[in-house]
């Protein structure tokens, strides 16, 4: 990376070397995850993201659910929410609705989004909650041993599918548009610079966002299917992966070792849902009608 | 409830959410809590059954909320919409792990306003979830409310910091063993887990840190098992016999007591208004002079087994049973007075 670029407007703590270490708690590294997984690559991007889009930090908040992954919101130097399995989402939408200029990230796993967590992320997505909701779709549950997840593709090997997994895989991003979502897009840990970018995106624009990004978990999903470690992970991704911006995401279906489409699929404006709450509550009481400050608790 | 509250609350400033399911809806209110609102969420029967994970949520994060359970008969699907006070026990423990809450039985309509505005002040005071156990009679009981003016009202303001960020530390208890609160948005970049934390807020699973928060979680409510507990008491200077009860069944109790009395038994009352923390000392000091509770509960026995702890063999204890559906009869209370008295 080339400092010159960054222009951090933080003080750099002493001794620190990384440019993203001021949007770390570096008092809690070193952190849990394995050599040559790929969160920590989308926690680099994460925060090239927020660095490129100014965001002022102070009203940026993230929440996650409970897994690998999950462990980003408590090493994001944020106000930041570690909640309960699969429950990120509502959390996130009492945050934003009791403080609508919050900026409000959620970033969680695979499993914690779309198994136990599903019903919330299709909830959110129709109401366009203004959400920013990132997945590390590393195709398992990593953090409890390697357990299939709904995103698990067919026939791959996991602690609880010793014979290979069966069941049809999740299509994340053609949820995520049936949905409702505003922005979609999927890119692999591979491509740093796209995933960026799509990161500073949804974080300049209103509504529900949902960013899939493929990522390698060589300790559990990688080694039990044969598949090598992260680095051969890298060079899978980019063997396999076709950039197809605007492809319709039904086509986007993932499988063990064809083709991964990635790109920006959606991009589209629709009223968010406090919009359009007001919206309807100005139509129907008129003057009676008086908005939600902002939370006035400390007073009354 | 939740109607009423639908159509008030964009008149005056506030956000009503219809969550897809309880389980968003007991997570929902504590995001917003961390967004600076006072926030709370109603529910019945298996509601409540989804909601235990995020009351031990609220009980470790220690995020000011209410949550309202009007008690149906159970378990599962149960009788939806007959009475019953069978989750008494589930609000103390629902939830996994050691944990505190507090849990406040109104037994009319005007208390059902008076205590929610208590529940919310307990909920900031102590920073616990705080439960409003009603039950389905007192629920949908209809009768007059004396609403007093709003400057009347006494409103726990939430406990902000007022430490700058850089010396501000999440969860460090105060005095009371009650940390300051913070909100999202104020430049504090403080972390909230549900994990076991130490005072900055951050995970630290050893044995030390949870001996130490989870003692804090359960010791920062003494006050309220103790003297400040909330009850109403009526005849126990003379009592031989003392009848525990709470929500509706505290209604057939009092007739239960007038009949004792006509008949020349000296019966007293003790309402449980503040059921959890459990007032185990008020029990304790009745125990050592009375000669026996009774304890009538729609369910088939909760609290009774409380003031058995408490009584400890200094008095007898004789539960009186209900499955749930309906009250109590006063008989069936009053025969349980006639033969504690003998
Ligand atoms: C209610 C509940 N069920 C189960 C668990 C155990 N659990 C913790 S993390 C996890 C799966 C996480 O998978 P994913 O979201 O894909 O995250 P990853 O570790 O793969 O990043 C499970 C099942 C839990 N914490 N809570
Ligand atoms: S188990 Fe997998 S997902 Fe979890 S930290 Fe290790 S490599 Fe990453
Ligand atoms: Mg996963």
Redesign the interface.
């Known amino acids: 990376m080339n400092e010159a670029t960054l222009e951090i407007p933080y003080e750099i703590p002493e001794g620190a070397r990384n440019p993203v270490e001021p949007f770390l708690r570096m008092d809690r590294m070193p952190h849990i995850w394995c050599a040559g997984c790929g969160i920590g690559t989308t926690v680099n991007c994460f925060t090239r993201a927020l660095l490129d889009s100014k965001a002022n930090l102070d009203k940026v908040a993230i929440v996650s659910g409970i897994g690998c992954t999950g462990r980003v919101a408590g090493y994001a130097r944020l106000d930041s929410f570690h909640t309960t399995h699969g429950r990120a989402i509502p959390f996130a939408t009492g945050l934003k609705l009791a403080n609508p200029e919050l900026q409000v990230v959620v970033y969680s796993g695979d499993g914690d989004l779309f198994a136990i967590g599903g019903n919330h992320f299709i909830h959110a997505a129709r109401r366009n909650m203004d959400l920013k909701v990132i997945c590390v779709n590393n195709m398992i549950y990593a953090m409890t041993g390697g357990q299939t997840a709904p995103t698990t593709p067919a026939t791959a090997i996991t602690a609880t599918s010793p014979y290979g997994v069966s069941e049809p895989t999740f299509n994340l991003v053609a949820l995520a548009e049936a949905a409702g979502a505003s922005y979609v897009a999927r890119w692999t840990t591979y491509h740093v610079k796209q995933l960026a970018r799509s990161m500073e995106e949804v974080l300049k624009k209103k509504g529900f966002c949902f960013i899939e990004v493929i990522s390698p978990c060589p300790t559990l999903y990688q080694r039990r299917n044969k598949m090598g470690d992260g680095l051969d992970a890298m060079k899978d991704y980019k063997a396999k992966s076709k950039v197809r911006n605007g492809a319709p995401t039904g086509e986007c279906t993932l499988s063990k070792t064809g083709e991964i489409v990635v790109g920006k699929f959606v991009d589209r404006e629709r009223p968010d849902y406090l919009e359009l709450l007001k919206a309807q509550m100005i139509e129907s009481l008129g003057d009676r009608y008086v908005e939600p400050e902002e939370a006035c608790c400390s007073e009354c | 409830m939740v109607e009423r509250f639908a159509s008030r609350i964009?008149?005056?400033?506030?956000?009503f959410?219809q969550?897809?399911?309880e389980?968003?809806?007991s997570?929902?209110?504590?995001?917003?809590?961390?967004?600076?609102?006072?926030?709370f969420t109603v529910t019945s029967g298996p509601g409540f059954s989804l909601m235990m994970?995020?009351i031990g949520?609220a009980a470790m994060t220690e995020t000011p909320c209410v949550f309202v359970n009007v008690q149906r008969g159970g378990p599962s699907t149960g009788l939806p919409t007959l009475p019953a006070q069978a989750d008494m026990m589930q609000a103390r423990w629902g939830s996994h792990g050691d944990y505190g809450i507090i849990a406040l039985c109104p037994n009319s309509p005007q208390e059902c306003f008076d205590l929610t505005i208590t529940a919310f002040n307990l909920s900031e005071e102590f920073r616990v979830p705080v439960m409003m156990m009603l039950d389905e009679c007192v629920g949908h009981m209809t009768e007059k409310v004396v609403i007093p003016e709003a400057e009347k009202i006494a409103?726990t303001?939430?406990r902000?910091t007022t430490q700058p960020p850089e010396e501000f530390r999440a969860f460090e208890p105060k005095g009371d063993m009650v940390p300051d609160m913070v909100?999202?948005?104020?430049?504090?970049?403080?972390?909230?887990?549900?994990?076991t934390h130490d005072e900055r807020g951050?995970?630290s699973m050893n044995v030390e840190t949870q001996d130490r928060l989870v003692r804090r979680l359960l010791d920062k409510l003494k006050p309220l098992a103790n003297g400040r507990a909330l009850c109403e008491t009526e005849g126990l200077d003379d009592a031989d016999v003392v009848v525990v009860s709470y929500g509706i069944t505290s209604r057939v109790a009092q007739r239960a007591l007038q009949m004792a009395r006509q008949r020349g038994i000296r019966a007293g009352k003790f309402r449980l208004i503040s059921a959890w923390p459990f007032p185990a000392e008020r029990i304790r000091e009745l125990a050592g002079r009375v000669k026996a509770f009774v304890v009538p509960e729609i369910n088939l026995g909760q609290m009774v087994y409380e003031v058995e702890r408490a009584a400890a063999g200094k008095a007898k204890v004789i539960p009186v049973s209900h499955a749930g559906g309906t009250v109590h009869k006063p008989e069936a209370i009053l025969k349980a007075i006639v033969e504690a008295a003998q």
């Open positions: 964009p008149t005056v400033g506030g956000i959410i969550m897809e399911d389980l968003a809806a997570i929902t209110i504590q995001g917003a809590v961390w967004g600076g609102a006072k926030a994970e995020h949520y409103v303001p939430r902000y909100k999202a948005g104020d430049g504090y970049r403080f972390h909230v887990t549900g994990l951050y995970p």
